[in-house]
């Protein structure tokens, strides 16, 4: 069985995601893959200083979601969905390292857009829109209806894609 193909960034090998179902899946996760082996050279090279704040507000949507989730869980399933405060405080310590990662990302990631001076233009916005009404199976109108006309709801998203794509593409196969 031959070895698995490796991508390589700047000296950082990036094993490919096996046993993907579908192509795009694994694009995707190959982009999560050598996103997160190039954040953790960056962390390691420079020492980025993330504001508490910004971990605290994202540990508090992530506990937000949860809530939201189990409450979904226990109304489609028909039944009481047995969490206590234990349980919550159990996950905290994993929230809080999550969110501290997800910051950090978007700390890297912000930089990469301004060095690359990356844009979202009129064209891509609509685009994007166009493309979120096919995946929803909802009308053009429904999803400008929820973003906004200017639909700039999406240009943080769009700009964030931008710089994932660049660091994808730049990765050395």
């Known amino acids: 069985m031959p070895d698995s193909p490796v991508k390589n960034y700047r000296g950082v090998k ?34 980025i200083e993330v504001p508490q ?12 979601e949860l809530k939201h989730k189990l409450k979904y869980e226990s109304m489609v399933l028909g039944g009481y969905t047995d969490f206590r405060q234990e349980d919550l405080t159990a996950q905290m310590d994993k929230f809080k390292e999550e969110a ?47 973003l906004g006309e200017d639909l700039e709801l999406l240009r943080d998203d769009l700009l964030v894609r931008k710089a994932i794509d660049f660091v994808y593409v730049n990765a050395i196969i």
């Open 14 to 47: 990036v094993e490919e995601v096996k046993n993907a179902t579908f192509a795009e899946n694994a694009e995707m996760q190959m982009k999560d893959a050598v996103l997160d082996k190039i954040l953790a050279k960056v962390l390691e090279a420079n020492d």
């Open 53 to 64: 704040d910004l971990v605290d507000n994202e540990v508090a949507m992530m506990v937000r």
């Open 100 to 146: 501290f990662k997800s910051v950090k990302t978007r700390i890297v990631l912000k930089g990469i857009i301004d060095a690359e001076s990356f844009e979202v233009t009129r064209e891509e916005l609509e685009e994007e829109a166009k493309s979120i009404a096919a995946r929803q199976h909802i009308p053009l109108d429904m999803v400008k209806d929820f």
